[in-house]
């Protein structure tokens, strides 16, 4: 496997722009040697899940797109950013028993923090905001054939 691997993919700040960004990451990530079909892949589909409906949610209509970002170091370290142009970091909302929302940080802290991972938040160039996630790598490097390609 590579050294370092990316992906990105841009999208609109729309609900429907939630499934297409599970999708993506959860392609790529097929791509990059992890079943669909794994804990790991149905954690990290939720990070997403979450990252990508808080872009869209909480951005007040003054990010019209969001980026995600994927990094894959060394075979050891995933990183997930999800980028908007908002300005407002994300906070814990309160929850009431009533409400279907304001747990998507909780989740994701708890779900990163669960797999040994981090959760930062940074400012961008342009004034928004990048939620980073880095998790651990933790798939089985697939053997080499004789031809060079990975077994499946």
Known sequence: ??????????????????????GYVVG????????PDT??????RLIVSELATNAV???LGQSPTFTVDLALVR??????GVTDSHPRFPKRLPAAVQQDNGRGLVIIRW???ECGGRLTVR???EGGKTVCIELPWTVPARP?????????
Not at 3 to 22: C, G, M, N, Q, Y
Not at 39 to 44: G, K, R, S, Y
Not at 75 to 80: K, S
Not at 144 to 152: M, N, S
């Open 1 to 22: 496997m590579a050294d370092h691997l990316e992906a990105s993919v841009t999208l609109p700040s729309d609900p429907a722009s939630v499934s297409a960004a599970r």
């Open 28 to 35: 790529t990530l097929e791509e990059w040697g992890l079943p």
């Open 39 to 44: 804990d790991a892949a149905e954690t990290v």
């Open 57 to 59: 949610q909480h951005t």
């Open 75 to 80: 075979d050891e370290h995933l990183r997930i």
């Open 111 to 113: 779900l990163t923090a």
């Open 123 to 125: 400012r961008t160039r």
């Open 144 to 152: 080499v054939t004789a031809a060079g390609r990975q077994e499946p």
